[in-house]
């Protein structure tokens, strides 16, 4: 069964704790990307990999980090620094060169 | 870089009746225009894509159109059903081979279908 896993769906945490969210995808894709969407408002690009152990800021990096040691696999780390963490996280893939983006189910992360 | 604004951001159709999205553009170079689903609590999934060299692309349903020289997209859902209602996003690309597309999105729209 193919596509992207992300874990856990709902994550609670108080302020000034790190904490990572995972996403795997068995899909055989290149590319992988975190998305921050926040209530009536689109999806933001925090980070995206086009290859293991690369990866580039998008829009919104302040405040989190990301690691590619494997293809399968991008966690987020959201870490003390982000201002306003409480959101929803979404985790993406696609081929290489191909504009098409396959979405996980996503995370909701709460921070209090 | 790229600004992509969408509307309306609630529309209100009964079921049998079309509904029409649409979204603007900023960059000229983007070539690659998706739409994606949402339902609450999950992630966006792709319904339809349109390339710059096509204007108007249609699967069952749903359909899109593309004006390059304004700039604009839109979606089309015919004969809308009560499992239409989700949020819709549009999202615009310049995209390129070997490097990975990055999205921009359009800020969505709540689309509720009624009996």
């Known amino acids: 069964d193919g596509g992207i896993t992300q874990s856990p769906k709902y994550l609670f945490r108080k302020e000034g704790q790190n904490v990572t969210l995972s996403c795997e995808q068995n899909l055989n894709h290149d590319a992988m990307y975190w998305y921050r969407q926040d209530p009536g408002q689109g999806l933001r690009l925090i980070y995206y990999?086009?290859?293991?152990?690369?990866?580039q800021k998008g829009d919104i990096a302040e405040g989190y980090s990301v690691s590619r040691e494997k293809k399968e696999s991008f966690p987020l780390t959201v870490t003390s620094a982000q201002k306003n963490p409480t959101a929803f996280y979404l985790c993406?893939?696609?081929?290489?060169?191909?504009?098409?983006?396959?979405f996980g189910p996503g995370t909701r992360l709460t921070v209090t | 870089g790229e600004n992509v604004e969408q509307h309306p951001s609630t529309l209100s159709v009964q079921e049998g009746d079309s509904a029409v999205i649409k979204c603007t553009y900023s960059d000229s170079a983007s070539n690659y225009f998706p739409w994606y689903k949402q339902e609450l609590g999950k992630g966006p999934q792709l319904i339809i894509d349109i390339r710059s060299n096509v204007g108007e692309k249609k699967d069952q349903r749903i359909a899109v159109t593309l004006n390059k020289t304004a700039k604009h997209f839109s979606l089309h859902i015919t004969e809308t059903q009560p499992e239409d209602s989700a949020v819709y996003f549009c999202a615009a690309t310049r995209g390129g081979t070997g490097t990975a597309s990055k999205l921009t999105f359009g800020t969505g729209t709540r689309l509720q279908v009624t009996l």
């Open positions: 993406a893939s696609s081929k290489l060169g191909s504009y098409e983006q396959y």
């Open positions: 990999s086009q290859i293991v152990n690369d990866f």
